[in-house]
């Protein structure tokens, strides 16, 4: 045999094993179980399950898959952890408690949550399989991680499970790596995140200024038989315009791609695309593919039909492909990197233009079959976001060497200064050709960029533009080429563009875009030329017409942005002596009224051009120039040495322009700003000119509208200022301004300039460090005086408290701070002096002027890096804390930002290893912590703030080391000359109460599971702190009220639901264990001990702590318990040797009645509430009975006390089992065995408890008659007398009832209702006599007795007129041990409903015991039977035996009035059973065997059954039995023929059939059957 192996692994469970019951040895799993695998034999593993422990065994090795894992011993146990990714365990262990929930969800019906659920585990189980493939980018990984988390999130939020505390990328916070206060801001962050996704599941995108549609061109299936270029560009189809570059692929007639390399390398990336461009802005964008051939207009062949090459390749339009790509863009699809897009294409007719097929490309929903015959484009979309540069770093994998990339046309929404444009977009739109001859209608347009010499670009040789598109990623672009026309990425640069051409359309509409690079140099002396011919496949036309524009408008700023009509001129090719003439003529139509003057009637005309009349040409032009501007006073400014003397007005001007424009020459505009600064010497005129000019253009950026400029002002700033001198002239306007703060003027400047103090002080700063890197630290001494006084003018500019001052010093307030990081970082100023300047200021600011302004200055202050320095931090905290404390301290409405301020502190003190021994600062001065404490005691629960005061009090405390709370309990003042600690009295008794009440009613959501165990982590560690000053300082003399709330406040800690461990999964239990251990066990060994210190002072505590210890004692925690569970018999002891003062003197007591009537009352409470168990029972007995039966003088009383404990824990043990259940019979039983035994002991007030709960019982069954005995049971306990009721005879039903006869007649009248509801009216007269009795003999009330009469009366009248049916009783035997044990093996008369039958009264047990087997007959069972584990039911109908009733006898009685006696008050019962089962049809045959069975109770009585205590069986002859027929039928027959007698009304068929039976008895032969058995010989 194989040895066993010590084999350590952790395992899953692939399949599920089952053993037989004889495999003792082996362990039955589940799928998916999780093992820790001790040892191995090969074939076997032996171990146990994780998720519980006690299950050990082995299981076969082929059931369980091995996983890598690491061990990790924690004391004596070792743990096995899977190496798995956190989020990959996390997925696994949720998965595992959900799918316990989700069938509980099914169970209880609710589908709705049952289907979201299934719904969300079949995604993370496929997300958890993609994670595991190792296939994922890391982009990719990161989005399932999110979406994971998101999901898990929210099924926990459905589920209600606690909240899972993440960061941004969806990884779970270690609580014990973080501060109380972060810990707290991160739970609210995390419930504000999931909240936010289930209304958007997806921000993200709409938060980033660039985003990027990245497609992946599959394959193009197009039968066209020419070249084919393919032109993709991003469309709006709502405004019907193009809005980014074409992306080209160009394929030979072959149908092949003519480069060979961009095989399976179609790629594109439409970038600089922002908010502007998802469906806010743009309903529908669409990706549109343009198809155009380039061959002939007919198939190029000769007259005999051989092909022949074409002299002119012609582009026409073929057709139109379009894929709607707006929920990509908006995010609204996730990206599946296996679906590509099948886009066809709609071909264009004969007299299509491509813009019109775009058009209804774009409208028509789905293009059939018939029309795209199975030509198309597959694509696969995806969008990315970030820059270009991001873009390449996150996705290499995607952005490779031949990625073209299609910028949109226009600026993004972010202009950075690296990136340099100068790009001139055109689309040809359409032209009006019409005048021509009808036989010229094949138009092409060719379009060249000429210089103005009139030659073409394409000539120069030394033009520095780059060769291929630049949207060609990654490539060196080492080539050097003249082109400047750019179709799009893709095609390489041409000298000119040449347009599509629309067979016999003499208006044609083109809506072709390009882009014309330009560079600047040349910019200034080109323009474009546009020519129009007709063309045809063998003939090469000279043009017919032209058209011109230039890239500079008169007033030298760039063509402006829009369509421009254009004029059309015809070419005379006779006259080609100057071809230039052209540029001598007007552009567009908009020139021609200043060219003409008073000639209006002559023809336009220069060389060969002529001007036509009713020729028309259309463009739109778009300038995209970081260089090239259209505004005058911008291009004045940013030329301002051109013409120095218009400075002034440019500098003024400046303000008056459009924030767009100045924004997208920031760079240029902040150069020009800082020359003039530095290159003029009047610095009296300019220096505050260009100080304003300066605060206006960061005022603009800082500005909501473009606040995505703010990166690039700071990359400015950083990377290309470099005016070395500016920061003397800045301080020193800012200071004079400030100096002059009364000057009307310098206010506004002065408001402005402190909401851009950010970016001035980083001017200032970034200048000094230049100056100084330059000249060797000279000036540094000038510089931090000049940087003295600054601050100094700010600190007395704020002591004013004039109107026209509030606004400067708000903004001061609220952006001074900012400038702090630069300050610290680039030591600008002596860290401890910008320390003292910044406590002036806010000690400078009048009281109650801008006093929330001044608290939002202090949490700047706080958050500064200033603060992470010692000297500066605790020279600010003095006054910090000292002002906080006094706003705190009046309730004021600045408390939010108060707890802001005070958690910022804490949050410091945790996170900065220097800052953590500043913690005494915080109660040094003034007791902030005091402060804290009480704000928590007055503020209202329900409140945010509450949760913001208590997490802080928690951070405080949880930084708090043993000696911090020692140094803070030894400082607490007290009064001079006093021998007591009344104020540390106070304090702890303050904060205890804070505890418990927080324990009891926590401030944080109770899905807060993280946050909620770091308050007990606290609270425990504090309570133990306590407990030791408590010990040393309040037992001498003895403070009771403060040992008292301890141990309140300890046992509340203890017991709290939070702790309650064994009520939560497995995987919850084990985090807790591992993290923060069981707090219940630490606690319960420190209440132990603080008993232990009370000394002779523990009997003031009894009963008092009775019931709570009772409550810690219950708790299912073994070692807990027997910690506990001894002070209950020092509790005994205690008050058994009290001495107590008699007449005799101090005797010792002897007896510990009041202990054990405090812990069976409070035993009853607890228990029925759910706790306790049967181990609990066995400890207790245990733990209490061993001291007792060693004690010499209270052995007796406690061994009973034991055995009586032990009782009543079974008995309310079995109550609590079936206290839910369904069936309210075994509810019943329950509660009168409880009965019996708190009357057994003497428990009046308990028995009084159940004795309600058995009525209120028995009413909800419609029991009236049960009721009223059960409450009958109450009323024997009290007197016909006014004595004043005790406590525990006290009913909280009748709240008024102040004597025993005042509640004993209160309760007869409930029971005569209750007697007559149940028509038992018999029994009302009995009480009714007594309450005669009394009012008539005692109490003299003769209304009360005229109202008692009349209901006496009533009952009378109803006994004897209306109609009752008598109850059926029923015998029920449970044979066999499946039963309850109060059930097993017993026999019961049952008392049937009313007009409840035998049938129906065995459905009724039967539907409670559905496993039961109903025996057939009534033989007594076998001992098999008796001792199966099985569950058998004898059910019969069984005859009440009457008792002739004493005053009856010898009178002639009613059959109405002996109808009653005949089936109740009875114990006695009867039924019999043939003895000779064959049927013989003997009459002679006919024995009987007949029982007697007798109850242990009358009935009815307080139940609707009784068990037999006795039964008797006997045989009975025929003879006898024909008499009890006989006697019978008698009865009956005179029951109807009173009825008849008294209702002469009722039919009288019921004693028609009832005679006739008699006379002429027709069953089983007759009478003729009797004349044998009793005349025998003599009738023979």
Known sequence: MAQWKEFKRLGIVVSHYRPSESDSYHMPVCVGDTLHILETDGDWYRGFLIRDRTVKGIVPASYVHIKDCSIVKIGNDESMFSKDPAIVQEITSVLREWGLLLRNLFISNKMADFRKIEEMMLKLITIRRDMMSKKLTKDDYRQKQLEATAKIDYGNMLLGLDLTVRDEDGEVINSECIGAIELFRQHRTTLERNAQRRKQPDNRLTQRHTLNLFVSVCNVICRVGDEVDVIMALYD????????????????????????????????????????????????????????????????????????????????????????????????????????????????????????????????????????????????????????????????????????????????????????????????????????????????????VCSRDGKSLGIRKDSMLIGRQSADVGVDNAEITHNVISVGGGADLQSEYKSVIYRHQDTPRWFETFKVAVPIEEFYNCHLKFTFKHVSENRDNKPFAMSHVSFISSDETTLADGEHDLLVYSIDTKKSSDMLAYLRLPTMTTE?????????????????????????????????????????????????????????????????????????????????????????????????????????????????????????????????????????????????????????????????????????????????????????????????????????????????????????????????????????????????????????????????????????????????????????????????????????????????????????????????????????????????????????????????????????????LRQMSDAHYSIYLDTIPEPEHAHTYQNLADFLTEIIMVFQDLIKACVFPPDWNEMIMVQNQVFLKALRCFSQTIKEKFSTPFEQQLWNNFFHCAISFLTQDALQLENFSSSKKRKIIARYKDMRRAMGFEIRSMWSNLGQKKIRFIPELVGPILEMTLIPETELRKATLPIFFDMMQCEFYQMVRTSHGDVMNGNFRQFENELITQMDVQVEGGHGDEQYIELFYVTIHEPCAKHQVMRDQGLRFVEVIKKLLMRLLEYRTIIHDENKDNRMNCIVNLLNFYRDIDRQEMYIRYLHKLCDLHLECNNFTEAACTLMLYTRLLRWSDDHLESMLRSDNFPDAQTHRELKELLYHRIIDHFDKGKMWEKAIELCKELIAQYEFEMFDYHKLTAMLRKQADQYNKIQSETRHPPNYYRVSYYGNGFPAFLSNKTFIYRGKEYEMLGEFSSRIREVFPNAKVLSTLNPPNHEILESAGKFLQINAVNPVFKPQPQFVGKTVSEQILKYWKSNEVDMFTYSRPLNPKKTGEISDMWLEKTDLRTESILPGILRWFPVKEHHTYKVSPLENAIENMDSTNTKLQIIIEDHLRQPELQINPLSMLLNGICDAAVNGGLANYKPFFLGRVHN
């Open 237 to 448: 189809a709502t405004s019907g315009k193009f809005f980014s570059e074409n992306y080209v692929i160009k394929y030979s007639q072959k149908g092949m791609l003519k480069d060979l390399d961009l095989l399976n390398n179609l790629r594109v990336l439409f970038s600089d695309l922002g908010s502007k461009d998802l469906r806010t802005v743009r309903e529908k964008v669409f990706l549109v593919c343009q198809v155009v051939r380039l061959g002939g207009m007919f198939p190029p062949v000769d007259n005999e039909g051989k092909p022949v090459k074409l002299k002119n390749i012609l582009r026409r339009p073929f057709g139109v492909a379009a894929l709607d790509v707006t929920s990509i863009l908006n995010g609204d699809i996730s990206y599946d990197e296996d679906k590509q897009h099948f886009v066809p294409i709609l071909p264009c007719s004969r007299n299509d233009s491509l813009e019109s097929v775009i058009k209804e490309a774009v409208k028509v929903e789905e293009v059939t079959q018939r029309t795209h015959k199975g030509q198309g484009i597959w694509v696969s979309v995806r969008l990315l976001d970030g820059d270009l540069k991001q873009v390449k770093e996150e996705y290499p994998h995607l952005i490779v060497g031949h990625t073209a990339v299609a910028r949109k046309m226009g600026f993004p929404e972010v202009i950075m200064p690296a990136d340099v444009r100068n790009d001139f977009y055109v689309t040809i739109n359409s032209g009006d050709f019409s005048q021509r001859n009808l036989g010229e209608r094949n138009i092409e347009m060719t379009m060249q």
């Open 592 to 956: 021609l009224d200043k060219v003409r003057g008073d000639k209006s009637s002559k023809a336009i005309s220069q060389g060969p051009y002529t001007l036509t009349k009713n020729n028309s040409f259309q463009i739109t032009t778009l300038a995209c120039s970081t260089k090239l501007t259209h505004n005058v006073d911008l291009l004045g400014l940013l030329n301002w040495r051109a013409n120095p003397a218009k400075l002034p007005i440019h500098l003024k001007n400046l303000m008056k322009v459009d924030g767009e424009e100045i924004v997208k020459f920031l760079q240029h505009t902040l150069d020009a700003l800082f020359a003039i600064l530095m290159q003029n010497s009047d610095t009296g005129i300019y220096d505050k000119l260009v100080f304003d000019a300066l605060i206006f253009v960061i005022g603009l950026v800082s500005d909501r509208k473009y606040l995505q400029f703010k990166p690039v002002l700071e990359l400015y700033i950083k990377e290309n200022f470099c005016a070395t001198l500016a920061y003397s002239k800045l301080t020193t306007v800012l200071t004079n301004n400030l100096d002059n703060v009364d000057i009307p003027d310098n206010q506004d400047i002065l408001y402005r300039s402190f909401k851009s103090i950010v970016y001035i002080m980083k001017l200032i700063i970034r200048s000094w460090l230049l100056f100084a890197a330059l000249y060797d630290n000279k000036g540094s001494v000038q510089f931090e005086v000049s940087m003295r006084q600054l601050f100094q003018s700010i600190a007395t500019m704020m002591c004013q408290d004039t109107n026209h001052t509030l606004k400067i010093q708000g903004a001061v307030l609220k952006f001074l701070p900012g400038v702090i990081p630069d300050l610290v970082r680039d030591k600008a100023m002596d860290r401890n002096e910008l320390a003292s300047l910044l406590i002036q200021m806010i000690q400078n600011v009048p009281k109650d002027r801008l006093s929330n302004q001044k608290l939002v200055f202090i949490l700047d202050i706080v958050n500064s890096p200033l603060f992470k320095f010692a000297e500066p931090r605790q020279m600010l905290l003095l006054v910090i804390v000292e002002h906080v404390d006094i706003v705190i301290s009046n309730q004021s409405k600045e408390l939010d930002v108060c707890a802001k301020i005070v958690a910022d502190i804490v949050h410091q003190t945790c996170t900065i290893p220097s800052a953590r021994e500043d913690l005494r600062l915080l109660f040094k001065e003034r007791d902030l912590l005091r402060t804290i404490i009480q704000t928590v005691i007055n503020m209202d629960r329900s409140s945010s703030l509450a949760q913001d005061y208590t997490a802080i009090m928690i951070a405080i």
